[in-house]
């Protein structure tokens, strides 16, 4: 029996835990668990891969039972938001993983898919829903989702769907919930914004922290290696090859470097694909696996995958590029070092990058030695010159005189933040990683301009098709291209 069964799970998930190979429950699990299994409403914050996705649906299985007791034809009991696709879909595997001897029915929704799907396996009956804000909405609009049994809400990585505008979203759903329901909000990070909105939700909640605000794990070797700003590509060519990288994470801000800097890594021998939101999720979905599965040497990502990628045993991560705020640094590199192993993260920073290294050292009260990689070394008379962030705006780090630029959305305390762009957030404002509600979209389409308090949501992938494969939409708003039938229906907002 494993240290989890004092934790008052019952025996057939501590099974399914221990057949996971964990017997030691993280800090997070062993507060968080019995809190949630008593019944009362909880929010927990802890760093990125201290197992904050078990802490909550270990006793969300618990609580519903490890039978079944509705009729076949059921509605959810069980709901659990999260911010992107990626993150979505790792957190259903969870369920399946851990629920594994229950009878219980899972089901995950997002956008970039067929809806129809969807529509069929809510009909069969479902016990614990995980959805994206977006499509979920897509579904209360049609009808075709019954949220009235709703017996446990979980908002997870709830800085980050603050951070892309999804505040209002979670309010219009939370509308349609029963008002009688456990509340668990799950974030890495505790900015006011998010204890604001547990207070309007929550009753006499728990409050878990098991870290401050910027916290690394120990585990993470950090380095950073000063370079000249036009040898990035032959650096990192060169760390693959003389550090002997089997595998490797790699950041970069904007979606066309990603694509460009996989294809170059491709072409040294080096394979590589990207993952951002302007890919389709056949592409994201085939990424991930081979990426997984240990075909790939390379996943190029943006900030989208920050949050959304759970690898065991994932050595390293490199930020090619630094993020613009501080904050995204601390979940780029928790992608390693998960679930008690170790890992290491290279920064490749430029003299332009310095001011973001500093505000990264701010945030995580480190003090980074700069090395240098011999022949890569950083020209010592080179200016600093405005930094790229996806469509020719110019930015400093947050707090900085630097230009906002349109890759950001407003957040509530006036600071502007990058959003990974994998679900449009509904709310006024520029739409992250390139995407625009009107004018020409980054691959030279239009989409259509808001009419008045009408407005029109673009596909999460920003592209306007109907699917993964769709053709184009026309100038008018229309979005039915040639993909996959009821992708995204438009809607208007407050209809």
């Known amino acids: 029996m494993s240290d989890f069964a004092a934790l008052g799970l019952p025996e057939d998930l501590l099974r399914a835990v221990t057949e996971r190979g964990y017997t030691i429950p993280t800090p997070v699990q062993a507060q968080a668990i019995p809190i949630i299994l008593g019944l009362r409403d909880v929010i927990a914050g802890a760093q990125t891969g201290t197992g904050k996705t078990a802490a909550f649906v270990l006793p969300l299985l618990a609580r519903l039972g490890t039978q079944s007791t509705g009729p076949a034809r059921r509605p959810p009991r069980a709901l659990v938001l999260t911010p992107t696709r990626e993150l979505a879909a790792q957190v259903e595997e969870s369920v399946q993983h851990y629920g594994k001897y229950?009878?219980?029915?899972?089901?995950?929704?997002?956008?970039?898919?067929?809806?129809?799907?969807?529509?069929?396996?809510l009909r069969r009956g479902v016990d614990i829903l995980v959805s994206t804000p977006g499509r979920l909405l897509d579904h209360v609009g049609q009808r075709t989702v019954d949220l009235s049994a709703v017996e446990i809400l979980v908002l997870d990585e709830a800085d980050r769907m603050l951070d892309m505008g999804f505040i209002r979203d979670i309010r219009r759903i939370i509308a349609v919930l029963p008002k009688v329901r456990q509340?668990?909000?799950?974030?890495?990070?505790?900015?006011?914004?998010?204890?604001?909105?547990?207070?309007?939700?929550m009753r006499n909640p728990a409050q878990i922290e098991i870290a401050p605000q910027g916290t690394t794990a120990e585990r993470i070797a950090q380095q950073v290696i000063v370079c000249d700003r036009g040898r990035k590509k032959e650096l990192l060519v060169h760390l693959f090859q003389t550090r002997q990288w089997q595998q490797a994470l790699v950041f970069t801000r904007t979606k066309h470097l990603a694509n460009r800097l996989a294809e170059q890594l491709d072409s040294q021998g080096i394979t590589a694909m990207a993952i951002h939101g302007n890919k389709s999720q056949t592409a994201r979905t085939k990424a991930l696996f081979e990426f997984k599965n240990g075909r790939l040497q390379a996943l190029v990502a943006t900030d989208i995958a920050a949050r959304g990628i759970d690898i065991s045993e994932l050595p390293i991560v490199v930020n090619y590029e630094l993020p613009m705020v501080a904050e995204d640094y601390v979940h780029r590199i928790g992608r390693t070092a998960r679930a008690g192993a170790s890992g290491a993260a290279f920064s490749l920073?430029?003299?332009?990058?310095?001011?973001?290294?500093?505000?990264?050292?701010?945030?995580?009260?480190?003090?980074?030695?700069r090395e240098k990689e011999e022949g890569f070394e950083p020209d010592p008379s080179a200016k600093p010159q405005p930094i790229e962030t996806g469509r020719g705006q110019q930015r400093g780090p947050r707090g900085s005189s630097g230009s906002g630029g349109n890759d950001a959305v407003r957040r509530t305390d006036g600071n502007r933040r990058p959003s990974p762009g994998n679900e449009t957030p509904r709310r006024s404002g520029p739409v992250p990683e390139g995407n625009r509600r009107s004018g020409p979209a980054p691959d030279g389409n239009r989409r259509a301009a808001p009419a008045g308090d009408a407005q029109r949501r673009a596909p999460v992938d920003g592209n306007r098709h109907g699917g993964p494969g769709g053709g184009n939409g026309n100038a008018n708003g229309n979005t039915s291209g040639n993909g996959n039938p009821g992708n995204y229906q438009q809607r208007q907002r407050g209809r």
């Open 349 to 369: 920073v430029c003299v332009d990058e310095y001011r973001l290294l500093e505000s990264i050292e701010r945030l995580t009260r480190q003090r980074f030695t």
């Open 183 to 201: 509340n668990l909000l799950f974030s890495a990070t505790f900015p006011p914004e998010i204890r604001e909105l547990a207070s309007s939700l």
């Open 102 to 121: 229950c009878r219980l029915r899972s089901l995950v929704m997002f956008g970039g898919v067929g809806i129809n799907p969807q529509i069929d396996g």
